[in-house]
């Protein structure tokens, strides 16, 4: 049964997509079956990954609001190995449809109930805002992890986040948890990033993941040619950072498991 895990974060432009499809594509060369659902109207996860948003046929509009079978919806050729639930502009009016319709914070958790079982990890990147389909990725999820930049103004909005994803568990699932706060764009030679970093790991402890995902050039340029950035790269360190990410999130379940 797929652990599924939400990668969210209500401020834009932290690193929140590139770690979805780097992730998702770290997992899957370690030989996981993984599923990468992109709920955000920008596609570009979708893109990422090798898939034309414009192209698709069927996106996560219609597994949100049509009730198209997954097998229609998902798309399995990537460039990264994993399968993807597209996004694109249609995913927008997903969100005003589901405002009319019976049960709209669950209709996630409903589409991904009947495909859990296929695979071992569910990534979905939201968007970067609290709407109907941040909502619907908090409720289908397991954990969230929050991708973040090391600087004040990120610190204040984790605090928000927080209180989000409290609210969020009581209302629409009470089994949701914290899977970690991921460092991201990380300059250790700038002071302000390493006195953030103390302050995260002193509030936080063992929910910072010790993997710290650096800036990183290759990281930037591997997208636009729609490729994670292992199989654009290998070498780069932004590649061998979220290796490194996986292969502590595999050790964590693994030891959340036994201690079961």
Request: aromatic letters at 6%.
């Amino acid at each position: 049964m797929a652990k599924i895990i939400a990668i969210a974060n209500q401020k834009g432009g932290v690193g929140k997509t590139t770690s979805a499809v780097n992730l998702a594509a770290s997992m899957a060369a370690t030989k996981r079956k993984v599923l990468l659902i992109d709920l955000d109207p920008q596609g570009n996860a979708t893109m990422g990954s090798g898939v034309d948003k414009y192209d698709v046929e069927y996106s996560a509009y219609d597994l949100l609001v049509e009730d198209t079978p997954f097998e229609k919806v998902v798309q399995t050729e990537t460039s990264g190995g994993y399968h993807v639930v597209a996004a694109n502009g249609d995913v927008t009016a997903a969100e005003v449809k589901m405002m009319e319709m019976f049960g709209r914070e669950l209709r996630l958790k409903t589409a991904l109930s009947k495909v859990q079982q296929n695979y071992d990890f569910i990534f979905i990147d939201c968007p970067p805002s609290l709407n109907m389909l941040t909502v619907n990725a908090m409720a289908a999820a397991d954990s969230v992890i929050v991708p973040m930049q090391c600087e004040y103004y990120a610190l204040e909005g984790l605090t928000a986040l927080m209180d989000t994803i409290s609210q969020l568990a009581a209302i629409v699932n009470p089994n949701l948890k914290i899977e970690g706060i991921l460092r991201t764009m990380y300059d250790p030679r700038n002071r302000l990033a390493n006195d953030v970093s103390e302050q995260l790991k002193h509030h936080f402890g063992d929910k910072v993941y010790r993997t710290v995902i650096p800036r990183n050039v290759r990281l930037a340029e591997a997208p636009s040619f729609g490729s994670p950035v292992m199989y654009y790269d290998k070498s780069s360190s932004g590649a061998k950072a979220y290796l490194a990410l996986a292969g502590e999130i595999l050790r964590r379940s693994d030891k959340n498991n036994n201690a079961a």
